[in-house]
């Protein structure tokens, strides 16, 4: 008998379900997909990603590539698939989204001690002596909120989340592209490369501004994650935004002129066959009319035929810091445990190691040990600290940064890159010690 339910087969529950499983503890997982839907997603595999296909940086020397080492160290099956799922991004790890989703849900299929529930949980289950982790993602079921809302005792927060078109490859006219990784990183023509003059970008620009929006409703504001702005939100900053965000052209010259233009489109490989490319930053709540119209403008996509709409979705979450303690612990009940973006962390990895640290704290009671915490010095106790401190002021979802992490101790330095090699070091060692502690091998 399962003693662990989790509710929910997005990146959080899939890892949180592994780190048990893989210690001998028997998991219910429930998934509501394809019981029920949602907006956003397509499938229903577990772990879809429905955003993008790209985990972000995998440089040791950025925070998220930080946080991938931690998680690897630890053991992480999102990772460990991602990895086998890659696609050519530069120094990102992006995947084949398809390839990656089945590859989780096969492997999760196999594991013996895993109960795989297909249907909606319309309320919380009572834990009795066992426990329930919620790791329903920013798309909760509207039952479920209710359920929460009522838990809570307060409402939640949200913001809106976009995602990005994905075209056909050969609906683009190749001639007017260039391949080129940003300052060759990677395999140095990760990326294909729309080139803009002035006049085309302006003109593209003003279409993005006049073009028709999906409306919100009446009861919404519009609440945007600053680090998924749809671009044309992003113009509404000023003509000469986009040029500095997603289109600017450093370090792409056009291998034709030897020159950078003056802005620039990337489209990112979407799947291993390369069949199909995303426009990279481009998230959008422009109608779909209004898509075909605006992105055909672009200098070899003329004629592009789109796999994907971009679109706009309500993310939810939950006030973290009033109820939440550095375990993912709700204050009030420690039989019940939340993970994912519904906790206030933003983004694919976050989520998936916010499910890595509860499946490890569970193993951890479930063996009948104090669970050990893990030191904010760490990527990874950064994110917990992140979603558990009280602090002044509006609490707003995070993507793993350097300024999340702890960094007393370490000695001041002109030389940033030093110092955060400092930073990265130390929090390896101390993610090592944490796991010779709360996770030793079993008997």
């Known amino acids: 008998m399962s003693r662990v339910t989790v509710i929910g087969g997005g990146f959080a529950g899939v890892e949180c379900a592994h780190q048990l499983l893989r210690r001998g503890h028997a998991v ?34 950025n925070a998220v590539g930080l946080l991938k080492r931690e998680m690897e160290s630890i053991g992480s099956l999102i990772l460990e698939e991602a990895r086998k799922a890659a696609v050519p991004a530069g120094d990102a790890l992006a995947v084949d989204r398809a390839i990656f989703a089945d590859a989780v849900t096969r492997r999760l299929a196999k594991e013996p001690l895993l109960t795989l529930v297909r249907g909606e949980a319309e309320a919380l289950p009572d834990p009795g002596d066992s426990f329930v982790v919620v790791a329903t993602g920013p798309l909760t ?62 003109a ?33 900053r000023g003509v000469e935004t986009l040029r500095h965000g997603p289109m600017k052209p450093f370090g792409l010259p056009d291998p034709r002129t030897g020159r950078e233009p003056y802005a620039v489109v990337q489209l990112r490989q979407d799947d291993l066959a390369k069949t199909h490319f ?14 075909r119209r605006v992105f055909r403008m672009l ?64 193993a951890q009671l479930l063996e009948h040990r104090e669970p050990s915490p893990l030191a904010f010095s760490t990527a990874l106790g950064s994110l917990a600290r992140h979603v558990s401190t009280p602090r002044e002021g509006d609490f707003t979802p995070m993507n793993v940064t350097f300024g999340l992490i702890d960094d007393a101790g370490v000695p001041p330095s002109k030389d940033r890159a030093k110092r955060r090699g400092e930073i990265a070091r130390r929090a390896l060692e101390e993610v090592a010690r944490w796991k010779s502690v709360a996770l030793p091998v079993p008997p």
């Open 28 to 61: 219910t997982l429930v998934e509501m997909r394809p019981v029920r839907t949602t907006d956003a997603h397509a499938t229903d595999r577990l772990a879809e990603m429905v955003c993008s296909n790209s985990f972000r940086s995998d440089n040791p020397a």
């Open 141 to 202: 079921s509207p039952a479920l909120e209710k359920a929460l809302l009522a838990l809570l005792g307060e409402k939640y927060l949200y913001f809106y989340d976009a995602m990005a078109p994905i075209v056909e490859a050969a609906s683009l006219d190749m001639e007017k592209l260039y391949a080129l990784s940003r300052y060759g990183k990677g395999g140095g023509d990760d990326y294909l490369n729309v080139p803009l003059s002035r006049a085309e970008y302006e």
């Open 204 to 236: 593209f620009v003003a279409a993005l501004l006049a073009g028709e929006k999906v409306p919100f409703h009446d009861f919404e504001k519009a609440v945007y994650f600053e680090g998924c702005l749809p671009a044309e939100a992003m113009a509404e």
């Open 278 to 291: 995303n426009l990279v930053g481009f998230q959008t709540k422009l109608k779909v009319g209004e898509q």
């Open 299 to 362: 200098p070899g996509l003329e004629n592009a035929e789109f796999v994907r709409y971009g679109m706009l979705h309500r993310n939810t979450y939950i006030n973290g810091p009033a109820h939440l303690d550095r375990f993912f612990r709700w204050r009030k009940d420690s039989r019940l445990f939340f993970a994912g973006q519904l906790t206030g962390v933003e983004g694919y990895l976050e989520s998936a190691a916010t499910g890595l640290l509860v499946g490890a704290t569970l």
